[in-house]
T-cell receptor, first 114, second 114 residues
Framework: DVKVTQSSRYLVKRTGEKVFLECVQD?????MFWYRQDPGLGLRLIYF???????EKGDIPEGYSVSREKKERFSLILESASTNQTSMYLC?????????????FGQGTRLTVV | DQQVKQNSPSLSVQEGRISILNCDYT??????FLWYKKYPAEGPTFLIS?????DKNEDGRFTVFLNKSAKHLSLHIVPSQPGDSAVYFC?????????????FGTGTRLKVLA
């Protein structure tokens, strides 16, 4: 079974802190994604990566950066956490096209910024 | 601009009856569509998918219908069970064009009443 593991289930951070959210997948997938889920807004794509050291902005990249130094690991960085970044963060991975398949999600990290 | 839309935020259905969840999209380049189910404090889990070359895909109690001309897809759950109560997200991707990302709708909360 594909496993996507996020390092924390719950995090509480202070405004202005630098926050690292870590995600590891064990299926040798090329593609990895970071989404955030907010009530009424669904899942919104922050960043994605289709190869090591490659990254592309999603729909809401402002205030975030990412790092992909190894194929299995994709990190989301909040440079200076703010209260409007309180959210559920979801990491996912998938094989590349042209074989269409589903993305596999981690269990999520509930981040609260106070 | 929302490329994938779920216009019903919530739906209540009696146990044993059919649940129909709807999704509309605007991008004609989408060629793969997925449905995910999400419980609170967990990551989304894949439910069923359909390629744009098909108009129906069935898996047990779950059937997805695709109407390309209307840019509309729907998920039918028959019969509905209390354990189906969750938030359902539809998603779309452009695998054949080499675009790797999945775009999600805002979700529909399904409540199945016993």
């Amino acid at each position: 079974d594909v496993k996507v593991t996020q390092s924390s289930r719950y995090l509480v951070k202070r405004t202005g802190e630098k926050v690292f959210l870590e995600c590891v997948q064990d299926m040798d997938h090329e593609n990895m994604f970071w989404y955030r889920q907010d009530p009424g807004l669904g899942l919104r794509l922050i960043y994605f990566s289709y190869d090591v050291k490659m990254k592309e902005k999603g729909d809401i990249p402002e205030g975030y950066s990412v790092s992909r130094e190894k194929k299995e690991r994709f990190s989301l960085i909040l440079e200076s956490a703010s209260t409007n970044q309180t959210s559920m963060y979801l990491c996912a991975s998938s094989p590349p096209p042209p074989r269409n398949t589903e993305a596999f999600f981690g269990q999520g990290t509930r981040l609260t910024v106070v | 601009d929302q490329q994938v839309k779920q216009n019903s935020p919530s739906l209540s259905v009696q146990e044993g009856r059919i649940s129909i969840l709807n999704c509309d999209y605007t991008n004609s380049m989408f060629d793969y569509f997925l449905w995910y189910k999400k419980y609170p404090a967990e990551g989304p889990t894949f439910l069923i998918s359909i390629s744009s070359i098909k108009d129906k895909n069935e898996d047990g109690r779950f059937t997805v219908f695709l109407n390309k001309s209307a840019k509309h897809l729907s998920l039918h759950i028959v019969p509905s069970q209390p354990g189906d109560s969750a938030v359902y997200f539809c998603a779309a991707s452009e695998g054949a064009s080499g675009t790797y990302k999945y775009i999600f709708g805002t979700g529909t909360r399904l409540k199945v009443l016993a």
